[in-house]
C-alpha cells in the first residue's frame, strides 16, 4: 500500500511536466530523481502534522467549538489515505466523525457552538465536505442520511442570482461563502448524492458575474482579489466549467501574485492558497509546475517542530477567529500540501 501511495504522489508530481515535454517542477529545476525525495520531504511534514492535531483532540472528538476547524482536521487525515476504523488513527476519525455528526440539527444545518463569521454557511459547507469524503469511503446509512439532508440545506440557501451568503437564506451572496457550498455540491455529486443540474448552472453564471474583464473574480461582484480570484478560478473548475475564458486570464494573474510567508495583499493566507494550489492543480501544465514548488517549499520551511503550524502575521486569520491550537492554520496547511496525495475525490482532476 505504502509502494502504492508513493508511486501515486510520484505519478502526480511528473505527469503534468511529461505532458509538456519538460522535466519535472522542483523548487529549482532538478533532474526528476530528485523527486523521490520531494515525495518523502511531504509526506513527512504531513504525518507530523497529523500527529500534532491527533495530539489536540477533545475527549468529545472536537478540536475546536467551531466546525470549520473540525472539518479541516477530519479532512487532513482523509487526505492522507486514513479512514475511521482502520490503521493508526481509527479512533482519531471514528470520534471525530461523530462528534460533527452530532451537530447537524434536525434540518440538516451543521451547527457550531461558535461561528467563525456572520452566519453558519461556511463551516456547514466544510462540515457538508467532510461528510461527503466519510461517505465515499464508508458508505454507512446514517452518513447517507445526513449528508443528503445537509447537501438540500445548501440547494434551498442558493440565491437568485446563483450565489451563497453566512445564513441558510435564499436572500444573499458573495463569492467567498459561494466557492465552500460549490466544493461541498462537487464532493456530494462524487458520492453520488444527485446535485440539480440548475444549481450548478446558477452557480456558475453567479461566479462569471463576478468575473473583472482583464481577469480575477470579486467579492460580491467583477474584480481582482487575491482570495476570491483563487476561489472563483476553483468554482468554475469544479462546476465542470474549465473553458471558461475568464479562467486562463485570472490563473496568469494570479500567477503575479508572490509566494511568501506574509500577508503583502493577503488578507485571508491559508484561505488564498488552499484555493491556489487547486487552482494550478485543475489547470495543470505550466500553471501546476510554476505554482506548486514554491507552495510546497514555503510550507516545508515554516512547519514547526511540533508538526504544526502558525499564520503570517499581519493577516486576518488570527487566533480569534479559526479557533485554538493552530488547528485550523495545521489543517489548511496539510491540505495544500495533500493536493499531492489524490485521495480526496473532491479535489481530483
Known amino acids: 500500500m505504502v509502494v502504492l501511495r508513493t508511486l501515486a504522489i510520484l505519478f502526480v508530481l511528473v505527469s503534468t511536466a511529461h505532458a509538456q515535454n519538460k522535466p519535472p517542477a522542483t523548487a ?3 533532474a526528476p530523481l530528485t523527486e523521490i ?12 502534522s497529523l500527529e500534532y492535531l491527533a495530539s489536540k483532540q477533545r475527549p468529545d472528538g472536537s478540536w475546536d467549538d467551531c466546525n470549520a476547524g473540525n472539518a479541516v482536521t477530519l479532512l487532513a487525515m482523509l487526505g492522507r489515505g486514513h479512514v475511521p476504523g482502520r ?13 460533527l455528526l452530532k451537530t447537524q440539527r434536525d434540518d440538516g444545518l451543521f451547527h457550531s457552538k461558535r461561528q467563525a463569521g456572520a452566519g453558519p454557511m461556511y463551516e456547514h459547507a466544510f462540515s457538508t465536505l467532510a461528510t461527503s469524503e466519510l461517505y465515499g469511503m464508508d458508505p454507512d446509512p446514517e452518513v447517507e442520511e445526513k449528508l443528503r439532508k445537509a447537501v438540500k440545506v445548501i440547494i434551498n440557501a442558493q440565491s437568485p442570482n446563483g450565489g451563497w451568503r453566512y445564513n441558510p437564506q435564499p436572500a444573499d451572496h ?37 468575473a473583472h474583464p482583464n481577469g480575477g473574480y470579486g467579492y460580491q461582484g467583477p474584480a481582482q482579489g487575491a482570495q476570491t480570484s483563487a476561489a472563483g478560478v476553483v468554482s468554475l473548475q469544479l462546476l465542470g466549467k474549465y473553458d471558461d475564458p475568464s479562467v486562463p486570464k485570472t490563473l496568469d494573474m494570479l500567477a503575479k501574485f508572490p509566494v511568501e510567508w ?6 485571508y493566507w491559508y484561505y488564498f492558497h488552499y484555493y491556489a494550489v487547486q487552482a494550478n492543480y485543475q489547470a495543470g501544465g505550466k500553471h501546476w509546475n510554476d505554482w506548486h514548488p514554491r507552495i510546497r517549499e514555503l510550507l516545508l520551511d515554516k512547519q514547526n517542530a511540533d508538526g504544526s503550524w502558525d499564520v503570517p502575521s499581519g493577516t486576518a486569520e488570527n487566533a480569534g477567529v479559526v479557533g485554538p491550537n493552530n488547528i485550523y492554520w495545521t489543517g ?18
Not at 525525495?37 to 507530523?48: F, G, H, L, P, Y
Not at 490503521?87 to 462528534?99: A, C, F, I, P, T
Not at 506574509?262 to 488578507?267: D, F, L, R, Y
Not at 500540501?337 to 479535489?347: R, T
Request: aromatic letters at 8%.
Open 28 to 30: 529549482s529545476t532538478a
Open 37 to 48: 525525495k520531494v515525495i518523502e520531504r511531504v509526506t513527512s511534514a504531513v504525518d507530523r
Open 87 to 99: 490503521g493508526q488513527y481509527k479512533e482519531v476519525l471514528q470520534k471525530g466523525r461523530k462528534y
Open 174 to 210: 458573495d463569492l467567498s461563502v459561494s466557492v465552500m457550498q460549490i466544493v461541498a455540491l462537487r464532493a456530494a455529486n462524487n458520492a453520488e448524492i444527485p446535485v440539480p443540474d440548475q444549481v450548478i448552472e446558477k452557480a456558475a453564471k453567479y461566479v462569471r458575474y463576478c
Open 262 to 267: 506574509s500577508a503583502n495583499g493577503i488578507q
Open 332 to 349: 489548511m496547511a496539510s491540505l495544500i500540501l495533500e493536493v499531492y496525495m489524490h485521495f480526496l475525490p473532491a479535489y481530483q482532476r
